[in-house]
């Protein structure tokens, strides 16, 4: 009984071992090269080991850990969200940029930029709790479908970076979002689909005030951003919430420039990795000039600064989670 | 062989089973109901059980977890550090309360109340960069001691309270602190002193800025303080990073009132506790009418909200950790 228990234990952990970490990752270069970081790091014996305390991973959300075209989700949800309002009260609709959102003209609103996206945000996302602001987001995402693929928003989550975040925690990392995304909104779907707890994911957010409300206290969204979760603001935000410098970064555009330049700045071992989106025939192919998701400076710069360059096309033999 | 291990192993589980969890707390029923929640929630079979991904215990930090008599030890440390600043450049010593702070004079620093205590940590936590604002506390640390005790300030946390944090660790709970003190500034010790790791810290902060230095990227404190992290801003701040509501909080003072309130007023088992300073011969006996640690609230009103009141002078055999 012993000796078979022993037996199965043994062939269990032989084919573990041997197992792919990474299976909707082509044998490519970049793959060699993730995996290899992590060995290193996750090695006793090596120079390069890192505690698994200071395993620190974090990465973007938008772009880098599922779609973010035609327009990021969120403002899709933000002018389904405007519609709904406006059924019962049309006078909220104080622009033309409302009125284009509440009518679904993604077009119009995508010409308005960043200006454009908060004005919308902000019309349809305060005034509530957080929890039934939280209700709102899961009832939208069970329902809503992504125009181009068909797919419930939640299952254009890129599985191949779903792959990643688990064989990094599998490996005694402790993962993050760090997101221009907003964080309530993030956290309705996130432990889900990334396997990432509330408190470790970072984002865009409004105040909140602490109100009795019917005699319950109550945490309520705030009018307005307090904080974009962008830009310097990431490396910040992460200094701040996390406190550690992260060894390991991903992002997609340059709003993710300066988090990653910071975390592969510090001492040790540390890997940058940026999601090119190059495969227009399976998702879409866009970096230095459009207006969601650019990228600049992570291709200019990022090769001389040894980031991974992931060139969606070659690298991954899979695209969304939802759909082979 | 085998069979002595089983042996070693069955009394080692017994001789950790039958330990006391909380040696410093004298056996009284606030003992008792604390071990008895502990027990109930992490108990798989009874009704009350709760995951221990929802384990999370939130504790204010000063009058709380260490001392903070007779004046907050940050401010201690503001004052030493501004008269460190002023031997370079008197000039900064700009007001009446900043040159009584550089000369030591806490009492006349404690009568400005909060605006005298907001403008010497102005005066002496900006302009550098966070590891280096960071080692200036860490040097102070280890040579400053305690007016009336003599003890360095990071030997003044309670034992009790130590033994309460492991204790609540090892039943799988995630401790936090969420403090009106410098989250900067309690990074520095509290790892070792309450083994709660940088991330799990809460607190007041000043905004960063993101900066490249010699072409170091480096996070840089800047003036003012960005976030107060007391009263209403405690509930608002455990919504905002932990995106959970606590089981279980612990504070001492008013401005820890809406953290237990909200804490506590949520569904199924919860835990609140109040730290009341009893003990005029071992600590500081203190409460309605002190400038540090006002306690009116949770006196008047935590008893009938179900919360622990714990009576230092009754319910602790003990007090520092670096004292018995």
Redesign the interface.
Known sequence: MTRLFSTLLLSCLAATAGADPLPSWNDTDNKDRIISFVETVTDPQAADYVTP?ERIAVFDNDGTLWGEQPVYFQLIFAMDRLAELAQDDPSILTSDTLKAAAAGNLEAVGKGGTGAILEVVNASHSGTS?GAFQQVVADWLAKARHPDTGLPYDRMTYQPMVELLRYLRDEGF?TYIVSGGG?HFM?VFAEDAYGI???Q?LGS?A????EMIDG??T?VKSPGIAFIDDK?GK??NI??????RPIFAGGNSDGDF?ML??AT?GDGPRLGLIVHHTDGAREYAYDRDSPIGRLNDGLDRGPDLGWVIVDMAKDWNRIYTGAR
Chains 1, 2 share one sequence.
């Open positions: 305390a957080v402790k964080l956290r707890p509330p408190e994911i957010y105040d909140s005030s602490y319950t206290p945490i310097a490396p910040v200094e701040r919430t996390i406190g550690r300066a330049e910071w700045a």
